[in-house]
């Protein structure tokens, strides 16, 4: 029978190429934002953070940029490898609720090579 | 090299028999999650613990499901008794005050 689930939202970039994945998060109170990485088979995995305060941080080929007035994330992985394929998801945590975070649906990234 | 432990990996069992899954928090990590993976809903929030009191358990069913920790090394989420419909990958997650959560590999449950 058909199958049904999320429709996860899917990005396909050429090895090499930089990726851009984007996120909208809904709470304006939401002051700490996490991206993770999903493989297949295995748990979301820690990439970046970032604290409301900051609108960019950079780290190792990867960078996310908050911009809170439209309350948008992004991620962007610069030369994308194989390896990067899998699930990204952002997550937020809105202020004075402790680690409670909240995730959103994902990016589905393919790297062709 | 410090990670978060669920076990079992892999559950499949038949409707209405009660099912426990086991998480190993970081150690000094005061803040435990579990949360459910499946295709329709994506990632849920069923509960999560701060220096082991339950602080929110809103996103879980309460009449059959129930999370506790015992002690500062072991989390527990059982369902009694089970459903097909609670077949999901089921994650426990920890992490340290106001600090990201770092995820377990996952208890895959089949409720047949």
């Known amino acids: 029978g058909e199958s049904v689930g999320l429709h996860l939202p899917t990005l396909s970039v050429q090895e090499g190429d930089n990726s851009i994945i984007n996120c909208a998060y809904s709470n304006s109170a939401s002051d700490y934002f996490i991206w993770y990485k999903q493989e297949s088979g295995k748990g979301p995995q820690f990439i970046i953070d970032i604290r409301s305060n900051m609108d960019k941080r950079q780290g190792q080929r990867v960078t996310v940029l908050l911009n809170k007035t439209v309350k948008h994330l992004s991620l962007q992985i610069a030369a994308t490898q194989p390896g990067d394929s899998a699930v990204y998801f952002c997550?937020?945590?809105?202020?004075?609720?402790?680690?409670?975070?909240?995730f959103g649906t994902g990016t589905s990234l393919t790297v062709i090579p | 090299d410090a990670r978060v432990t669920q076990t079992p990996r892999h559950k499949v069992t038949e409707m209405g028999q009660e099912v426990t899954m086991r998480c190993q928090p970081i150690?000094?990590?005061?803040?435990v999650f579990w949360y459910r993976q499946t295709m329709m809903q994506g990632l849920e929030l069923l509960a999560y613990?701060?220096?082991?009191?339950?602080?929110?358990d809103s996103g879980m069913p309460k009449d059959r499901f129930s999370a506790e920790m015992p002690d500062a090394t072991l989390a527990t989420l059982k369902i009694q008794p089970s459903e097909p419909r609670d077949s999901a990958v089921y994650f426990c997650a920890s992490a340290p005050d106001r600090g990201s959560a770092f995820f377990g590999q996952g208890t895959r449950l089949t409720v047949v």
């Open positions: 150690l000094g990590h005061n803040t």
């Open positions: 997550a937020e945590n809105k202020k004075n609720t402790g680690n409670q975070f909240y």
């Open positions: 613990f701060r220096n082991r009191a339950p602080l929110d």
